[in-house]
Nanobody, 124 residues
């Protein structure tokens, strides 16, 4: 079955950096869009960054553009999110998710499988 396991969360001060990783298994990883999403307490889940199958095309929420970088290693079935210049408003649970084979990589409703999440806490 599909498994997505995030790691790399933690607590940092504003301005710091973290790198999230997601190990994928149970399916042909290279055939699917992948994405990172986050949910803060009391808020709806939102898209952070998505990446197409080959890794050549990426999408970012306006709030993280220029600070976060999504990447993937199809040989290792791994997804990454490098987060720099972190702000307190980035505090949330971050989820790795499997997207569609075809279609819009940005559409959250197209993501069918989710990891358990990694907590990111940024203090001011």
């Amino acid at each position: 079955q599909v498994q997505l396991v995030e790691s790399g969360g933690g607590s940092v001060q504003a301005g710091g950096s973290l790198r999230l990783s997601c190990a994928a298994s149970g399916y042909t990883y290279s055939q699917h869009c992948m994405g990172w999403f986050r949910q803060a307490p009391g808020k709806e889940r939102e898209g952070v960054a998505q990446i197409n199958r080959g890794g050549a095309t990426t999408y970012y929420a306006d709030s993280v553009k220029g600070r976060f970088t999504i990447s993937r290693d199809n040989a290792k079935n791994m997804l990454y999110l490098q987060m720099n210049s972190l702000k307190p408003e980035d505090t949330a649970m971050y989820y790795c998710a499997r997207g569609p084979v075809l279609g819009d990589c940005q559409r959250q409703s197209a993501y069918s499988d989710w990891g358990q999440g990694a907590q990111v806490t940024v203090s001011s």
